[in-house]
């Protein structure tokens, strides 16, 4: 049904067969991998300030690329204008995204990293947002756009307004980030083993199974951890040693390589050289307190992360399925009592939405 969409839509356009026939290759190839880069808040005319962020965040963990914060922007004026409009549609659609009761029960995230725990919420912007980004993916986004937007409001004019706003965006805005620099994009989830739910397992051999009801970055975050679990403990500082995987790290070191191989980068690293910071820096990282999904541990001397329940650590307390060596390797939180408690004065932080 979706393919004859896509067609019956081209044909009506007046395109001829060759174009109708590209535009239906297009339309099926697979997504980029990752979210959008950060955008520049000024670079959006039209676009308020406040609600770029939770776009480009909101992509990323859905793995809308490059232009699914482009999309949702587009989606959330034509419904709402921005939130300026929250009455409910004549057909009972509420909130910021204008869900109907039925699909905001399918499709409904609780992302609002000011509210830890509370349940979602249509009237909250990142409730909204993240939900709307979890329906276009569940429906085809970014591989089938058209399709993807016609499941969330079935109208032909609707597809082509949202389409038209999206680009302007787009062309608008240009690239926030040259690819060949970037970092790896949230969404970039590396193959590796999972498990059902919302908790990540370790493994007997050491590697971590990243849990499957979970947003990407925080599988992405799992892969990245994966990579250097057999690495030595060594404080040296490498070029590249975030994008490209080293014989050692030390415990900020391992930190870094996790956010920045999973999209969630810190704030002190030389995007250039791709060289780490230390653990004060993780400090200042991200927004204050626990994560729902990611937390950074960090004090002047140590830093570690928990990641889905479990924990990516240098520091051993014998946990019995961590191969031997000393290094970075996956760990259970029943250690957290013995390491919050050896002398250090902690900071908890967290990625912004997780």
């Known amino acids: 049904m979706r393919r004859l969409f896509v067609i019956a839509f081209a044909l009506t356009m007046g395109l001829p067969m060759v174009a109708v026939l590209l535009l239906f290759a ?36 859905y793995q809308l690329g490059p232009q699914g914060w482009a999309y949702l922007a587009a989606i959330n004026y034509v419904e709402t204008s921005f939130g300026q409009d929250l009455s409910p549609s004549s057909r009972g659609a509420i909130g910021w995204m204008q869900f109907e009761p039925g699909t905001w029960a399918q499709y409904a995230v609780s992302a609002d990293p000011t509210k830890p725990g509370a349940p979602p919420n249509p009237y909250d912007p990142w409730d909204a947002i993240f939900a709307a980004a979890n329906d ?12 993807a937007i016609y499941a969330y409001n079935h109208a032909g004019w609707y597809v082509s ?19 060949s620099q970037a970092a ?19 493994l007997p051999d050491g590697l971590a199974a ?19 679990i057999d690495t030595s403990y060594s404080t040296e500082r490498e070029p590249n040693m975030l994008s490209t995987v080293m014989p050692s790290y030390d415990c900020s070191g391992s930190t870094d390589f996790v956010l ?15 060289i780490a910071g230390d653990s004060g820096m ?38 019995p399925t961590m191969p031997a060596g000393s290094g970075p390797r996956w760990q259970p939180t029943s250690i957290l009592t013995a390491q919050l408690s050896d ?12």
Not at 261 to 274: E, F, H, K, P, R
Not at 297 to 315: M, N, R, V, W
Not at 343 to 354: K, V, Y
């Open 210 to 228: 990243a849990p499957q009801d979970t947003p990407a970055p925080v599988q992405a975050a799992i892969a990245a951890g994966n990579r250097i």
């Open 26 to 61: 297009a339309a099926s190839s697979k997504a980029q991998c990752g979210g959008g880069g950060p955008v520049d808040p000024g670079s959006a005319p039209g676009i308020p300030a406040s609600l770029l962020g939770i776009y480009d965040q909101a992509a990323a963990a």
């Open 260 to 274: 920045y191989n999973s999209g969630l980068n810190t704030a002190q690293v030389d995007v250039g050289n791709g």
């Open 161 to 179: 307004q949202v389409q038209q706003l999206a680009q302007h965006y787009t062309q608008t805005v240009g690239s926030a980030i040259d690819a």
């Open 282 to 319: 993780l400090e200042s990282y991200g927004d204050p307190g626990p994560g729902r999904w990611i937390t950074v541990f960090a004090s002047g001397g140590h830093a570690f992360i928990e990641i889905a329940g479990i924990l990516l650590d240098t520091s051993r307390f014998g946990a």
């Open 184 to 202: 790896p994009q949230a969404g970039c989830v590396a193959a590796g083993p999972t498990t059902p739910g919302s908790a990540a397992l370790i």
């Open 343 to 354: 002398g250090n004065s902690w900071t908890e932080r967290h990625p912004p939405g997780l």
């Open 136 to 147: 276009l993916h569940a429906n085809g986004a970014p591989g089938d756009w058209p399709w």
